[in-house]
């Protein structure tokens, strides 16, 4: 029979996929994230979260994202600033003027390096002491909001969680009761 | 443990199994279809391929949910010009248990040119009003407790009334909710009525059995009809676990607008209109970033409380969201330096933005290696309706006092007023810059009486295949132009009665 949950994709507790192009990775979320990413080993643990997200992905889009890193980082010696370096190894001002006009492309190019760029920074605010830094702390406020909700409709609450099964009936004509 | 339920981590072989009715999938469509099922005495199986999370499992945390409650971690992407991210959710209780809860009736209007134009029966307003009664009773539709209505929804509301504009309270499925503001991460404490606590509760307590974890490969067929449908066990991780078969003469698909046709076509199933995984609608939708001189704080509040229903004629709803810090950074258009000073601000932002009722001219194909991918390509009218949309979000948002808005085009500037506003959208906006995600994916078997026009009947039916039924927002024949849950809860309602009523087939 059931446990309390299930999880056939990576959660807590579980490993993250490799992520490709681990020093590309790393270099780009230096650049794409604010600069406090450099602090508390803050990088590291952006990859983390990024590996974990790559493990709930489709094979395919797995891939993709790794060619896609593969190509930034290797692109690199294509761009004049860049002096024939790949990306992990240019210094701030060029990786972030590299990674500028990348974001600034059309087509499939540009949409897949601002895919990348969200992602990573979705993994860096997705750290709770950077959620911390902007004013974001959820935990006390729904804890809060919980206990009000249950102080203030405590009974209507549990009438109508027990009305899901009387057959046939529900609480009254469409309305919280 | 829950009497019915079982979960990956309980099977250790192949299982098969036999039942009267097969659904896969446990989202609105999947699991009212239980439930109305099992409450009249039919063996009922269900079958969902996410996992099993329930209530206490929630808390805030964009990355966690994403992993566990949507399918691919929420990264859909929809190719075209321009891609469009979309999200479906995979998990026991499906999108219900990520969605925004918005409750709304099926427009009369659209069931009406639904009728007409694909001769369908039954489907008038007064045909499914019995229905949305059952269902807004059973799932606690109503209004809002005032006490949990944020600054953010406040501002935008004062925003569009000050342009003169109608707004609505929403409607949404929820006893007594808390405005945690956690919805699309799973409600953390039940009171948002998703199918998780509600239906398939309650179909379990009827004698249901749900089955968590549990990936349809094909839908098994012999002569004419179904014998059931062939799958696998999903392991942690995603790997492939033991073998699942299940025999039944009535097979319910209920996977969504994207897995339901792929599920279909890869059982070798065509439909004589052609249009089987064609004529995907998915609602555009593009946020509008806004910058107050005041405290908002967004995240206060429930998720979303009121909707602006000026332009609806038009088939544009606007309405104010809040994102999480995750999500907000990964649609901003900013990186680095730029990225954390605009976040700092976060507490003064308030995130809004149109949803468009689209024309439907995407579709889903099974890639061999890849699987299903979506394709999509926005209309010139639909980008015109987006851009406008957008316009309307970031006047309504300024008239509140917003002191900069930032617009979901690729390399558009901040606007600071209204004469700028005006300005840059003076000049065209190229469909490709547009910035657009979807939550709403419908129509990839639609309805119609007409064999040679939809994928299924009036009821749900498979043209030309007895005993498969399709209940989910595939079967719209449009897009309905609003929040899509109750429409698919009220036809999955009536297409289970119909099969109650026509239950011989339904026998073990």
Request: a positive charge.
């Given at each position: 029979?059931?446990?309390?949950?299930?999880?056939?994709?990576?959660?807590?507790?579980?490993?993250?996929?490799?992520?490709?192009?681990?020093?590309?990775?790393?270099?780009?979320?230096?650049?794409?994230?604010?600069?406090?990413?450099?602090?508390?080993?803050?990088?590291?643990?952006?990859?983390?979260?990024?590996?974990?997200?790559?493990?709930?992905?489709?094979?395919?889009?797995?891939?993709?994202?790794?060619?896609?890193?593969?190509?930034?980082?290797?692109?690199?010696?294509?761009?004049?600033?860049?002096?024939?370096?790949?990306?992990?190894?240019?210094?701030?001002?060029?990786?972030?003027?590299?990674?500028?006009?990348?974001?600034?492309?059309?087509?499939?190019?540009?949409?897949?390096?601002?895919?990348?760029?969200?992602?990573?920074?979705?993994?860096?605010?997705?750290?709770?002491?950077?959620?911390?830094?902007?004013?974001?702390?959820?935990?006390?406020?729904?804890?809060?909001?919980?206990?009000?909700?249950?102080?203030?409709?405590?009974?209507?609450?549990?009438?109508?969680?027990?009305?899901?099964?009387?057959?046939?009936?529900?609480?009254?004509?469409?309305?919280?009761? | 443990?829950?009497?019915?339920?079982?979960?990956?981590?309980?099977?250790?072989?192949?299982?098969?199994?036999?039942?009267?009715?097969v659904?896969v999938?446990?989202?609105?469509?999947?699991?009212?279809?239980?439930?109305?099922?099992?409450?009249?005495?039919?063996?009922?199986?269900?079958l969902?391929?996410?996992?099993?999370?329930?209530?206490?499992?929630?808390?805030?945390?964009?990355?966690?949910?994403?992993?566990?409650?949507?399918?691919?971690?929420?990264?859909?992407?929809?190719?075209?010009?321009?891609?469009?991210?979309?999200?479906?959710?995979?998990?026991?209780?499906?999108?219900?248990?990520?969605?925004?809860?918005?409750?709304?009736?099926?427009?009369?209007?659209?069931?009406?040119?639904?009728?007409?134009?694909?001769?369908?029966?039954?489907?008038?307003?007064?045909?499914?009003?019995?229905?949305?009664?059952?269902?807004?009773?059973?799932?606690?539709?109503?209004?809002?407790?005032?006490?949990?209505?944020?600054?953010?929804?406040?501002?935008?509301?004062?925003?569009?009334?000050?342009?003169?504009?109608?707004?609505?309270?929403?409607?949404?499925?929820?006893?007594?909710?808390?405005?945690?503001?956690?919805?699309?991460?799973?409600?953390?404490?039940?009171?948002?009525?998703?199918?998780?606590?509600?239906?398939?509760?309650?179909?379990?307590?009827?004698?249901?059995?749900?089955?968590?974890?549990?990936?349809v490969d094909r839908v098994t067929r012999a002569?004419?009809g179904v014998t059931g449908v062939t799958g696998?066990?999903?392991?942690?991780?995603?790997?492939?676990?033991?073998?699942?078969?299940v025999?039944a003469?009535t097979v319910i698909v209920?996977g969504?607008?994207?897995?339901t046709?792929?599920l279909l076509m890869r059982s070798g199933l065509?439909?004589?209109?052609?249009?089987?995984?064609?004529?995907?609608?998915?609602?555009?939708?593009?946020?509008?970033?806004?910058?107050?001189?005041?405290?908002?704080?967004?995240?206060?509040?429930?998720?979303?409380?009121?909707?602006?229903?000026?332009?609806?004629?038009?088939?544009?709803?606007?309405?104010?969201?809040?994102?999480?810090?995750?999500?907000?950074?990964?649609?901003?258009?900013?990186?680095?330096?730029?990225?954390?000073?605009?976040?700092?601000?976060?507490?003064?932002?308030?995130?809004?933005?149109?949803?468009?009722?689209?024309?439907?001219?995407?579709?889903?194909?099974?890639?061999?290696?890849?699987?299903?991918?979506?394709?999509?390509?926005?209309?010139?009218?639909?980008?015109?309706?987006?851009?406008?949309?957008?316009?309307?979000?970031?006047?309504?948002?300024?008239?509140?006092?917003?002191?900069?808005?930032?617009?979901?085009?690729?390399?558009?500037?901040?606007?600071?007023?209204?004469?700028?506003?005006?300005?840059?959208?003076?000049?065209?906006?190229?469909?490709?810059?547009?910035?657009?995600?979807?939550?709403?994916?419908?129509?990839?078997?639609?309805?119609?009486?007409?064999?040679?026009?939809?994928?299924?009947?009036?009821?749900?039916?498979f043209?030309?295949v007895?005993g498969l039924f399709v209940?989910?927002?595939?079967?719209?024949?449009?897009?309905?132009?609003?929040?899509?849950?109750?429409?698919?809860?009220?036809?999955?309602?009536?297409?289970?009665?119909?099969?109650?009523?026509?239950?011989?087939?339904?026998?073990?």
């Amino acid at each position: 029979m059931a446990g309390p949950s299930s999880a056939p994709t990576p959660g807590p507790g579980q490993a993250p996929a490799e992520v490709p192009a681990r020093r590309a990775a790393r270099r780009f979320a230096e650049v794409a994230c604010p600069p406090e990413v450099r602090a508390d080993r803050r990088a590291d643990r952006v990859l983390g979260e990024f590996g974990l997200m790559l493990g709930c992905l489709p094979p395919a889009a797995r891939k993709a994202l790794a060619a896609a890193l593969v190509l930034l980082d290797q692109g690199a010696r294509l761009y004049p600033p860049s002096r024939g370096r790949r990306f992990a190894r240019l210094d701030d001002r060029v990786a972030d003027a590299y990674v500028r006009a990348l974001l600034a492309r059309r087509g499939a190019a540009g949409a897949m390096v601002r895919r990348l760029k969200g992602f990573i920074t979705m993994c860096y605010y997705e750290l709770p002491e950077v959620q911390r830094e902007i004013g974001y702390d959820p935990a006390p406020y729904i804890a809060a909001v919980s206990r009000r909700r249950l102080e203030s409709y405590g009974p209507q609450i549990r009438a109508g969680e027990a009305a899901v099964f009387i057959p046939g009936t529900g609480p009254a004509d469409g309305e919280n009761p | 443990m829950i009497s019915g339920l079982t979960t990956q981590g309980d099977v250790a072989g192949d299982l098969s199994l036999e039942c009267g009715a097969v659904i896969v999938g446990s989202g609105a469509g999947g699991a009212t279809m239980a439930a109305e099922l099992a409450e009249a005495g039919v063996d009922v199986i269900v079958l969902e391929e996410g996992g099993y999370h329930p209530t206490e499992s929630f808390a805030a945390g964009t990355g966690r949910a994403l992993r566990t409650l949507y399918r691919d971690g929420g990264g859909g992407l929809a190719f075209g010009r321009p891609w469009v991210l979309y999200t479906e959710g995979r998990c026991v209780g499906g999108s219900t248990v990520v969605n925004g809860g918005m409750s709304w009736r099926t427009p009369a209007r659209v069931l009406d040119r639904w009728a007409e134009q694909e001769g369908l029966r039954a489907i008038r307003e007064q045909d499914l009003d019995p229905y949305f009664t059952a269902i807004e009773s059973r799932l606690s539709v109503g209004l809002q407790d005032p006490e949990t209505i944020g600054r953010d929804s406040g501002l935008f509301k004062a925003g569009a009334e000050a342009r003169g504009w109608n707004v609505i309270p929403n409607r949404r499925n929820q006893l007594h909710c808390a405005g945690t503001n956690n919805c699309s991460s799973g409600c953390p404490t039940g009171a948002k009525r998703s199918m998780l606590v509600t239906s398939v509760p309650r179909a379990l307590s009827l004698g249901a059995r749900v089955f968590a974890d549990c990936r349809v490969d094909r839908v098994t067929r012999a002569g004419p009809g179904v014998t059931g449908v062939t799958g696998h066990v999903v392991r942690p991780g995603g790997r492939r676990g033991p073998r699942l078969t299940v025999r039944a003469r009535t097979v319910i698909v209920a996977g969504g607008a994207v897995q339901t046709p792929a599920l279909l076509m890869r059982s070798g199933l065509r439909s004589a209109s052609g249009r089987l995984g064609r004529s995907l609608s998915l609602h555009p939708n593009a946020v509008v970033t806004a910058f107050f001189d005041e405290d908002v704080a967004g995240w206060q509040g429930v998720h979303q409380a009121f909707q602006v229903r000026e332009f609806l004629s038009e088939g544009l709803l606007l309405t104010a969201t809040n994102l999480t810090p995750p999500m907000l950074a990964a649609v901003l258009p900013a990186y680095g330096r730029e990225l954390g000073e605009l976040m700092a601000r976060y507490n003064h932002i308030v995130t809004a933005g149109p949803l468009v009722s689209d024309t439907g001219t995407g579709l889903i194909r099974n890639v061999p290696g890849l699987g299903p991918q979506v394709f999509y390509q926005l209309t010139d009218r639909d980008a015109a309706q987006v851009v406008r949309g957008v316009e309307l979000t970031a006047q309504a948002l300024l008239a509140a006092g917003a002191r900069r808005v930032l617009l979901p085009f690729d390399g558009a500037p901040g606007v600071r007023g209204p004469d700028e506003l005006r300005r840059l959208l003076a000049r065209p906006v190229p469909k490709r810059s547009l910035q657009l995600f979807s939550i709403h994916l419908m129509g990839t078997a639609r309805m119609s009486e007409d064999p040679g026009r939809g994928v299924v009947g009036s009821f749900g039916e498979f043209h030309g295949v007895p005993g498969l039924f399709v209940s989910d927002a595939s079967v719209f024949p449009g897009p309905v132009g609003i929040n899509p849950m109750e429409t698919v809860i009220a036809l999955a309602m009536r297409n289970a009665q119909r099969l109650i009523e026509r239950r011989g087939r339904l026998a073990g």
